[in-house]
């Protein structure tokens, strides 16, 4: 990967339905090596596709919580149980199992404080092996990819 290359993936970051020609213009190339380039980053697996930045507060879904989550157990079946029972959610907007302390870390986006606590009690709380929930809500959103 080349500095042309990485241009091209922060042009692609920032808006992601620019035409190959606007994007050949912004980096300073003409069309076809441009494509070219991008096409070679698709094939390499480095751009895995194109989304849409969505606006949860348009959607009635802008209160957002950070949870981490701690299971007591976490033998395959526990792991996979929980992991399983928070993917259903179609309130978790982000999740990762982590090294170290806490376990999991869950981003989850409702309509607002009584939406979380049903979530809370109905998703997360749910699960047998859970000793430790710790809810963070955001004040206000900084950066973002």
Known sequence: MDSLDRAIIKELT???????Q?????????AAPCL???RRLEEAGIIEGY?????YEAMDEGFEVLVFADLSRNDITSVQDFEA?????DKVVEFRRM????????????KD?????????EVAAKHD??????SRITMKLLKAP
């Open 85 to 89: 029972t928070i993917m259903a959610s």
């Open 99 to 110: 090294y170290g302390l806490p376990d999991y870390y869950i981003k989850v986006r409702v």
């Open 36 to 38: 070219r380039r991008v």
């Open 129 to 134: 092996f859970i000793i430790r929930i710790d």
């Open 14 to 20: 920032l808006n992601g339905r620019l035409t190959n």
């Open 51 to 55: 989304t849409a930045r969505i606006n």
């Open 22 to 30: 606007e994007l050949a213009t912004r980096v300073g190339l003409t």
């Open 113 to 121: 404080s009584e939406a979380y606590e049903r979530w809370y009690s």
